[in-house]
């Protein structure tokens, strides 16, 4: 088990900047992959970035060059920098921590983090 709760959403004008954060309850190092997802209103929720436990990362497209994923193993939390964000980005954002015992995999998500985007 993992609980997950996000912080850094909020209201931010187009071109602006947000930093959201997700604070595991257990070390970073047992979780295979560490991921953020965002649900617009009436849309199905989307992976925007995950990054694994060995480092590498992937983003949506939408996002790339814009976003950065990373992780803190010191404050077992992994971040989101949005950078020159647009009204299209507005979503509650959720973290995703999912782990696996070499079988099975299960997936942990926080409450979400709501993120508006202004134009």
């Known amino acids: 088990q993992v609980q997950l709760v996000e912080s850094g959403g909020g209201l931010v004008q187009a071109g602006g900047s947000l930093r959201l954060s997700c604070a595991a309850s257990?070390?970073?190092?047992?979780?295979?992959?560490m991921g953020w997802y965002r649900q617009a209103p009436g849309k199905q929720r989307d992976l925007v970035a995950v990054?694994?436990?060995?480092?590498?990362?992937k983003y949506a497209d939408s996002v790339k060059g814009r976003f950065t994923i990373s992780r803190d193993s010191a404050k077992n939390t992994w971040n989101l920098q949005m950078n020159n964000l647009k009204p299209e980005d507005t979503a509650v954002y959720y973290c995703?921590?999912?782990?696996?015992?070499?079988?099975?995999?299960?997936?942990?998500w926080g409450p979400g983090t709501q993120v508006t985007v202004s134009s």
């Open positions: 990054i694994n436990s060995g480092g590498s990362t």
């Open positions: 257990r070390s970073i190092f047992s979780i295979n992959a």
């Open positions: 995703n921590a999912a782990l696996t015992d070499g079988s099975n995999w299960s997936n942990y």
